[in-house]
């Protein structure tokens, strides 16, 4: 059970959202993806990613030892009926392909499906904006801003 400290802690700072790119970026020892975690954390926020994503950017060695810590400090989001429903309404709004956008369309579902205010970690500029400009329509789905990195 969550307290309701907690939950007052979770609404105010909200999710930070980490797709591929963000993800190996701070896999990758990034200073800026560094510091913007540090800021997320300290107003409270959520760091979360979709369970698809570690597929996205799986590596070896040292590498895979740092992923598997920072992912049991984030919040891994499964892919469940909820979020495939609302990947499948993002592309049809967004009037995407399924093939080429399935994976990015899993994880602004994903962010669309978290803890308001949420801000979506990505260095894609085509696909992305159009997915969470069509996640508005989502019925109850907070805004999904975009922190491009």
């Known amino acids: 059970m969550v ?10 700072g909200g999710t930070l959202v980490l797709d591929a790119q963000g993800l190996s970026l701070h896999v990758d020892y990034d200073d800026r993806l560094k510091a913007l975690i540090e800021k997320a954390e300290a107003e409270g926020a959520r760091v979360a990613v979709s369970a698809v994503t570690p597929l996205e950017v799986r590596r070896s060695g040292d590498a895979a030892k740092r992923l598997a810590f920072l ?3 984030f919040d891994v989001k499964p892919v469940d009926d909820s979020v495939i429903s609302a990947a499948a309404k993002l592309l049809d709004t967004a009037g ?3 093939h080429e956008c399935l994976v990015n369309a899993l994880v602004v579902a994903t962010a669309a499906l978290c803890g308001p205010p949420v801000r979506l970690v990505t260095s894609d500029s085509s696909h992305i904006p159009k997915l969470c400009e069509a996640a508005r329509n989502l019925p109850g ?9």
């Open 3 to 12: 307290s309701k400290r907690l939950k007052a802690r979770l609404r105010l």
């Open 71 to 73: 992912l049991s400090r």
């Open 141 to 149: 789905s907070p805004e999904v801003k975009i922190i491009t990195v």
């Open 96 to 98: 995407l392909d399924g």
